[in-house]
């Protein structure tokens, strides 16, 4: 089992950037796939970036691609997400979660352990 925190939310002015830092415990992080999930009100919970489990491998959602980047450092079991030109449109409560397999996965039904979530809210 592990257990994730995440930190680093706020409120920033569009083309700001933040990092998000997720940080686990309770377990070997290495064995987890990582991803990062975003919820906005009245929305869906939708698929941000992912990181397998070396770091080496990662994938974005489209509407990120080129402005945020996920990293992890197995060394301090944490994962982060940059993220740059931040948009009003990403606004939204970010979570952390963990799939204990090799390969990122866009479903989040198929994570097994979620963080409580940070607030990114990004003003125009």
């Known amino acids: 089992q592990v257990q994730l925190v995440e930190s680093g939310g706020g409120l920033v002015q569009a083309g700001d950037s933040l990092r998000l830092s997720c940080a686990a415990s309770g377990s070997t992080f290495r064995s987890y796939s990582m991803g990062w999930f975003r919820q906005a009100p009245g929305k869906e919970r939708e698929f941000v970036a992912g990181v397998a489990r070396s770091g080496v491998i990662t994938y974005y959602a489209d509407s990120v691609k080129g402005r945020f980047a996920i990293s992890r450092d197995n060394a301090k079991n944490t994962v982060y997400l940059q993220m740059n030109g931040l948009k009003p449109e990403d606004t939204a409560v970010y979570y952390c979660?963990?799939?204990?397999?090799?390969?990122?996965?866009?479903?989040?039904?198929?994570?097994?352990?979620w963080g409580q979530g940070t607030q990114v809210t990004v003003s125009s």
């Open positions: 979660a963990a799939r204990e397999h090799y390969t990122i996965n866009v479903r989040d039904s198929e994570y097994d352990y």
